[in-house]
C-alpha cells in the first residue's frame, strides 16, 4: 500500500522503501506509533484485540489473514489438548529408533514421556524413576 491509496499526503517523492511508513499504518489505526512498533517486534504482551483488529483493517487484510494475524500474536491455547494414544506410539517409536544417541521427549512440565535405551545408559534409567518424578 501507498500513502496515496490510503488518502495520505506525500511528504516528498523519496521513500527507501516502498509502501506505508510505520508512523503512517500506526495513524490510520489509530494505535499510537509505540503500540505499531511493539507489535513489528513482536513484543504481543501488552497488545489488544482491537490493536490487532485495527492493523488489519488498514492492511486490507483478508478474514484468513486476520486470523493468522491474530494466531501470531494470541496463539490459540493447547493446554487442554492432550495426545492421542497413537500419536504417543509415534513419538515412543521415533524415540526408539535412534539408537547412536540419547533422545527422550518431554511433557509441558519437563516430564519424561518418553526415552530410548541409551537415555536410560548414559542419562537416567527413567524406568527405575516412580513416574512422578520423572523431572
Do not use: K
Request: net charge positive; with cysteine.
Amino acid at each position: 500500500m501507498h500513502p496515496e491509496d490510503v488518502g495520505l499526503p506525500l511528504y516528498g517523492d523519496r521513500r527507501r522503501v516502498p509502501g506505508l511508513r510505520r508512523e503512517e499504518l500506526a495513524q490510520l489505526a489509530g494505535v499510537s506509533i509505540s503500540h505499531y512498533t511493539r507489535l513489528g517486534q513482536g513484543q504481543y504482551a501488552n497488545i489488544s484485540i482491537e490493536v490487532i483488529d485495527a492493523v488489519g483493517r488498514v492492511l486490507r487484510l483478508r478474514a484468513e489473514e486476520r486470523e493468522y494475524l491474530h494466531n501470531l500474536v494470541r496463539p490459540p491455547s493447547t493446554a487442554s489438548r492432550t495426545r492421542s494414544g497413537a500419536e504417543l506410539r509415534t513419538l515412543r517409536h521415533l524415540v526408539d529408533s535412534m539408537t547412536a544417541a540419547p533422545a527422550y521427549i518431554t511433557g509441558r512440565y519437563g516430564n519424561a514421556l518418553a526415552w530410548n535405551r541409551m537415555t536410560a545408559l548414559v542419562l537416567c534409567d527413567f524406568d527405575a524413576v516412580a513416574p512422578g518424578r520423572r523431572t
